[in-house]
């Protein structure tokens, strides 16, 4: 073929065998948060991991980037969390936390062997809405085998923590031009109410089944942002620094309008050195057009002329029986052959196959 280019959860059965490889002899007191309710945390949870102070050289836990994939099993202030530490998609290692939940607050604890390490977690997240909890992860690594002097390393990081829910309607992959204006603010940063940012996004999104509609965005601003596609609904949260102050997302209220290949909305973050001040951006995203294909083929062979939505020509000479595939802007495009011409119309990321004889 020629190529041418014209440019412009696991069963609850197995999650509930007992695990013999992991510590899970520590026990949380009440949380105390004032409230007797315990928040609903059962479920598939992606966790992001952000460093804050790291002690430890890079190891394998979780899967691709970093993220963690924790399934939560709860019967009101009790709860048990099991982790895909190996990100291979299922959670046959039984690696489980035991967790106590609170009305805002879940906290959970534990060990276990991987490889020739002892690996310890502890999470202390907060519950903020449906689809969204944020906290810390901290994370001990030591030898399974100590020989004299060895010592564990020790590391702690901010967690974004987003719910998997239902298949995605949609994906969001691709490039986004950003315009992010600052809503509100109070604090230290009051005074960028009103200042805005045209940035850059690169948004990719998962095709594992383990991690279905989960994304990742980067930002041209150096911000990163976890999310998912739940159904229709789009979870976002992420942790990054504003002008040198830590801040966690807490809100997200970003909709997928297909039509207009647009993602719009707002996002909400507390920071500060404890999270005692709030701001919140007005989000306009427009996904950048990206380029269609026609594949065009002929048994008899020939010569023909493709006409681009920006003028631009290809002379198609096809061998009989061969195809060819060639880019082509979003827009209207024409084949033309020796007996007539073929109107089109070509969206972004089409591919279009068209027999010529």
Not at 290 to 316: K, N
Not at 337 to 354: K, V
Request: charged share 20%; glycine share 12%.
């Amino acid at each position: 073929m020629k190529n041418l280019r014209l440019r412009a959860p696991v069963a609850a059965g197995i999650l509930a065998a007992l695990c013999t490889a992991c510590d899970t002899s520590k026990d949380f007191a009440s949380i105390g948060d004032g409230e007797s309710s315990a928040a609903p945390v059962a479920g598939s949870w992606i966790v992001g991991l952000r460093d804050l102070e790291v002690g430890c050289p890079a190891t394998s836990l979780g899967g691709p980037g970093g993220e963690l994939v924790l399934n939560i099993m709860q019967e009101g202030s009790n709860a048990t969390v099991y982790v895909d530490a190996d990100g291979d998609g299922d959670f046959s290692e039984l690696v489980e936390l035991p967790a106590t939940v609170g009305a805002t607050r879940l906290r959970a604890s534990g060990s276990w062997t991987q490889g020739d390490q002892v690996v310890g977690l502890e999470l202390d997240l907060r519950y903020i809405v449906w689809g969204s909890m944020s906290g810390t992860a901290a994370m001990t690594h030591s030898p399974a085998n100590p020989q004299p002097g060895a010592a564990a390393c020790e590391s702690l990081h901010a967690a974004t923590v987003i719910k998997i829910g239902n298949p995605p309607q949609f994906d969001l992959g691709g490039a986004w031009s950003t315009t992010q204006r600052v809503a509100f603010a109070n604090g230290p940063l009051q005074a960028l109410t009103g200042s805005a940012e045209e940035l850059e996004w690169t948004i990719a999104q998962s095709n594992d089944p383990a991690r279905r509609g989960v994304f990742k965005i980067g930002s041209s601003d150096g911000r990163g942002y976890l999310g998912v596609v739940n159904d229709s609904q789009v979870i976002t949260g992420g942790s990054f620094e504003v002008n040198g102050f830590p801040a966690h997302i807490t809100y997200s209220t970003l909709n997928y309008h297909a039509n207009e290949s647009k993602l719009a909305g707002q996002l909400l973050a507390d920071y500060g050195p404890s999270g005692e001040y709030t701001i919140g951006w007005d989000v306009v995203a427009l996904r950048a057009n990206e380029p269609a294909f026609l594949v065009a083929s002929s048994d008899l062979g020939g010569r023909y002329l493709v006409l681009g939505a920006d003028g631009r020509r290809v002379e198609l000479a096809l061998a009989p029986g061969e195809t060819a595939r060639i880019e082509l802007p979003e827009g209207p495009a024409m084949v033309r052959t020796a007996t007539s011409d073929l109107p089109l119309r070509l969206a972004s990321g089409d591919e279009r196959a068209i027999r010529l004889d």
